[in-house]
């Protein structure tokens, strides 16, 4: 059973940065086979993709973040993080992240493929 907690998470104002981690553990496999991707929902709306990466380090990205957000994976310290700069009013949202260990290493956003999702944490940008 993988275990995911993410941090990260707080109040910013309209532009401002924030960086979001995801710790995995408790993993049977090595935590370099797993593909992780970030999520978020917010008040009244479906849950949606943000950035995946895959175990072969490939990456994706939603389009409402694309040169604003980094999805980046330390396997030494089982961490994925999510560099979130230039934040938007719209970007807040209960942020998740999720984990499957995938038969052919690629980088998804598909809700359906992970296995493991961590609790969440809450990001609100401010005008």
Known sequence: ???????????VQAGGSLTLSCEGSRQRYKYSEFSVAWFRQAPGKEREGVAGIGCDGSTTYAEFVKDRFA?????????????????????????????????????TMDPGEFRYWGQGTQV????
Request: hydrophobic fraction near 30%.
């Open 1 to 11: 059973q993988v275990q995911l907690e993410e941090s990260g998470g707080g109040s």
């Open 71 to 107: 999805i980046s994976k330390d396997n030494t310290k089982q961490i994925v993080y999510l560099q979130m700069n230039n934040l938007k009013p719209e970007d807040t949202a209960m942020y998740y992240c999720a984990a499957y260990r995938p038969l052919v290493c690629r980088a």
């Open 124 to 127: 609100t940008v401010s005008p």
